[in-house]
């Protein structure tokens, strides 16, 4: 079984910066490719950014291109989003989630394990 635990996530200013951390337990987290998804009130959950099974890929949504990093440490089973330049409509539930294939892929219905979310509100 595959447990992921979201942290880092708070208040921050217009501006600002935030880094979300997703620890993984179980077995082959070296294997698959990781994501972070984001919801906020009353809209759909939303793919932010994809990581493949080595780090050597990524791809991020448009609406973060540019401000937002992710990354992953298969030593420690840990993958991390950089939040930078941080705007009021970034404010949603973060998720990081493992994917089902090797390659970073963006269609929620390709993960198959979740986070409990960790909550992220930008002030204006």
């Known amino acids: 079984q595959v447990q992921l635990v979201e942290s880092g996530g708070g208040l921050v200013q217009a501006g600002g910066s935030l880094r979300l951390s997703c620890a993984a337990s179980g077995r082959l987290f070296i294997t698959y490719a990781m994501g972070w998804f984001r919801q906020a009130p009353g809209k759909d959950r939303e793919f932010v950014a994809t990581v493949s099974w080595n780090g050597g890929s990524t791809d991020y949504a448009d609406s973060v291109k540019g401000r937002f990093t992710i990354s992953r440490d298969n030593a420690k089973n840990t993958v991390y989003l950089q939040m930078n330049s941080l705007k009021p409509e970034d404010t949603a539930v973060y998720y990081c989630?493992?994917?089902?294939?090797?390659?970073?892929?963006?269609?929620?219905?390709?993960?198959?394990?979740w986070g409990q979310g960790t909550q992220v509100t930008v002030s204006s």
């Open positions: 989630a493992r994917a089902r294939t090797p390659g970073g892929v963006r269609e929620s219905g390709r993960y198959d394990y």
